[in-house]
């Protein structure tokens, strides 16, 4: 049987890595340290095209839409709360960009780690439940609709063609 999740829980673990970079970031703002801005717009790069204009596009316009197709084959609907997490993220993204433009060293702090947690806990109920409801409730035939879909979305052409070159290197400028 097919599996279409698998490469959602993939992109997961690259958006987990930079999760746990930026929490370890904030720790050290907190004890004093400047903010790093190159670091914290890669950051927001990334989020902005790979965790929200790639992975979360293939959700909420693909996999999403398959599992509201199938809502029969579901004890319960937990997509509009999905749909509202990742909003959740944008806008503490939006305010993650306004405190490093205003140079508000505890507003990056706070959205920061908001937006990690929040993902993290997202991801985690992606993984343990939802992918694991729509892998039980589509067809074989909705499934391979979903993966042709997929390969319909883009990320931007850097992150398409280099996203561990693009991690490693954001692990390495924080291993120094
Ligand atoms: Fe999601
Ligand atoms: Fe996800």
């Not at 959602?8 to 720790?27: F, G, M, P, R, T």
């Not at 965790?51 to 316009?61: L, S, T």
């Amino acid at each position: 049987m097919k599996n279409i999740t698998r490469e959602l829980s993939e992109e997961h673990q690259n958006i987990l890595k930079v999760i746990d970079l930026v929490l370890a970031e904030c720790d050290k703002l907190e004890k004093g340290k400047e903010p790093d801005s190159v670091f914290f717009r890669d950051v927001i790069l990334f989020i902005k095209k790979y965790a929200d204009g790639f992975h979360h596009a293939k959700e909420e316009d693909i996999l999403f839409k398959a599992m509201l197709n199938n809502l029969n084959n579901m004890h319960c609907n937990p997509i509009p709360v999905m749909l509202n997490e990742h909003d959740a993220g944008r806008q503490y993204v939006k305010n993650m960009t306004n405190a490093l433009n205003r140079n508000k060293t505890s507003d990056l702090i706070e959205n920061a780690r908001g937006y990690c947690f929040l993902l993290k806990n997202h991801i985690y109920k992606e993984d343990n439940v939802l992918y694991p409801m729509a892998e039980n409730s589509l067809t074989d035939i909705d499934k391979e609709k979903v993966e042709k879909q997929y390969k319909t979305v883009k990320a931007d052409d850097f992150f398409e063609t280099d996203i561990k070159t693009f991690i490693e290197k954001l692990l390495y400028s924080k291993a120094l």
